[in-house]
Nanobody
Framework: QVQLVESGGGSVQPGGSLRLSCAAS????????MAWYRQAPGKQRELVAH???????SYTDSMKGRFTISRDNAKNTVYLQMNTLKPEDTAVYYC?????????WGQGTQVTVSS
């Protein structure tokens, strides 16, 4: 059974930082491209960042320079370091694993940025 379990969400003030983690099980993690998505209330889910099985990264423009995605294949974990957080970053953040036609989602973790 495939499981993606996110952690690290919470409430933070504008300008603060959070580090999200997503621990994967039930897949050969090193073979999968991993991504973080987010969904704010009333909005569609959007891609935040992606990392290939080989470690190449890409980001949605609004997150470039503030967010960093990384992976540790030995721990079957992908991370999202979020710095200089803004109120508009408030959303549920989801972990995604994809290999060819196979795609899996985590349950999401809430990030709230508010003063």
């Amino acid at each position: 059974q495939v499981q993606l379990v996110e952690s690290g969400g919470g409430s933070v003030q504008p300008g603060g930082s959070l580090r999200l983690s997503c621990a994967a099980s039930g897949i050969i993690f090193s073979m999968y491209g991993m991504a973080w998505y987010r969904q704010a209330p009333g909005k569609q889910r959007e891609l935040v960042a992606h990392i290939t099985s080989g470690g190449s990264t890409s980001y949605t423009d609004s997150m470039k320079g503030r967010f960093t995605i990384s992976r540790d294949n030995a721990k079957n974990t992908v991370y999202l370091q979020m710095n200089t957080l803004k109120p508009e970053d408030t959303a549920v953040y989801y972990c995604n694993a994809r290999l060819s036609q196979r795609t899996y989602w985590g349950q999401g973790t809430q990030v709230t940025v508010s003063s």
